[in-house]
């Protein structure tokens, strides 16, 4: 075998970072492989003239403040990365056009939140406050489960997270309702159903309210230098940690042995090989790239059964206006058709509105702005009659209907102030990702797949020897902060085995 390393990560999405991270800072010989020029997956950033945009990030949770932190903090500053957080003044402004409308500017902190919503349904904070304790109660829950990778003691459970296991196996709705929350304060608690890519009325309660206690609790954090200055920042601890990182090096190919362990990986025509390999690269992908008399039938169907997740349409501008010109006050603004989430996710009626200089004013030009629009879909529903010839005229046509909508909503004129436009559809994504339809959340967490169900059974998600999974399509589902979780609990994993290996063969050597 040649150039044998310890461990070898494929991807450096934020999962692939955070693991190849601890594997390093172990002490363990390990090489970050990335088919593309620059670190993070979508936790970069692109420029356009003097405006640099973000291509996906809008904002972190798990995150804390200062004196209160989180563990997103807690695994990026562990591996010796220094980040400069700025935070979100509120959560969001969320505007329902139509009829039975509502605009209302939600505050954070979990006594604020519950306020913003009494403010426009009287007598609902009461209600609101006890999701909220739940929320707290499941985190401790999850956390546990986790630890005990799947397989909690009954007795702990039933004893100490009651609460937890009345609630696990029910969607958000079914909670809510059962806790008397008002049908419209329900919505404006679940505006942020969208960051997740299922509506409430089928997403896991848990899953949900460990996302939404996480953003409200300490407020949103995001990078001064966008998500780019996260991704170098672990980079550049990789490499003190004695890490080596390949760029403009893709994959091709993952190599077993005799038994079907995985063993290494082919790239830029070499055959590379480690004792472990870490894959931020979604199953499906890395199937295609291995000997299939090698994969277990249950890995194959497991990967084969899963509905991917959502992908999005975003629309970057570049403004030759402040955003005070404009009126804008609000980070994150949701504008929906219809109150409900299962509306909104049937009909595509719900776009996001973000403008990063009411956070952090410096992020473009002195008197610029930058709007970002993004909305969800899945690549399976990208139109069948665009082609290369008509895909320009396709992507002016979304950009014209949402900037259009946005201009009426707020009585401002933007198309003359655009002096930059970019926009990106699942086929940007799946090119740049080379993810299937162009998902940016790898598998959609639903039904039997929820969370939970992943949780439970994450020894059984994939048992390839050798191989491990990080990233948006492993047990925590989508985001950056599960992405950082996952690189994390795999990373250390990792660390154990090789660890173990070593005793047993000192044992054996001793023998």
Known sequence: MENLYDVIVVGAGNGGLVAAGTTAKNGYKTLLLEKNNLPGGCATSFSRG??????????????????NREYVYDIINGLGAEVDWRYEKNMFRAIVTGPDGY????????????????????????????????????????????????????????????????????TVEEVEIALGIPEKARNIVNTYWCYLGVPTDELNCMHYLNMLRSYVQFGAAMPAKRSHEISEALVDAFRKHGGEVWFNSKVTGFLTDETGRVNGVEVNGKKLYAKEVISNVIP?????????????????????????????????????????????????????????????????GLYIVNCLNTVIPESSPK???????????????????????????????????????????????????????????????????????GTIYGYRLSGWDNLMSRVAHEAKEFTILGLSFVGGHHIRGDGYCSAYYTGSFIGSRVV???????QAEKEETGK
């Open 50 to 67: 003097r405006f640099e945009f973000e291509p996906s990030l809008h904002e972190l949770s798990g995150v804390g403040v200062p004196g």
């Open 103 to 170: 605009d209302v500017t939600v505050k954070s902190g979990i006594k604020g939140f519950c306020q913003s919503v009494d403010d426009v349904v009287p007598g609902s904070k009461r209600k609101v406050m006890k999701l909220f304790k739940l929320a707290m109660h499941d985190a401790k829950a999850l956390d546990y489960i986790t630890r005990k990778k799947g397989k909690p003691n009954k007795l702990v459970m039933a004893l100490r997270y009651g609460n937890f296991m009345r609630a696990a196996s029910h």
């Open 367 to 437: 008197g610029t702005c930058t709007l970002f629009f993004t909305t969800l879909c899945y690549g399976k529903d990208f139109p069948k009659d665009v082609n290369p010839e008509n895909y320009k005229k396709y992507k002016n046509e979304i950009a014209e209907k949402y900037i259009s909508e946005y201009e009426k909503l707020i009585g401002k004129d933007i198309r003359s102030h655009i002096e930059e436009i970019s926009v990106a559809t699942p086929a940007t994504f799946a090119r740049y990702l080379d993810t299937p339809d």
């Open 284 to 348: 499906n992908n890395v199937f295609n790239m291995m000997d299939l008399n090698k994969i277990p039938q249950t890995d194959l169907k497991l990967a084969n059964s899963r509905e991917f997740g959502v992908s999005v349409m975003t629309i970057y501008l570049g403004l030759d206006c402040t955003r005070e010109e404009l009126g804008i006050d609000d980070y994150t603004t949701f504008i929906m058709n219809n109150q409900n989430p299962r509306v909104q996710h049937d009909t595509n």
């Open 496 to 502: 154990r085995k090789l660890k173990a290996a070593e």
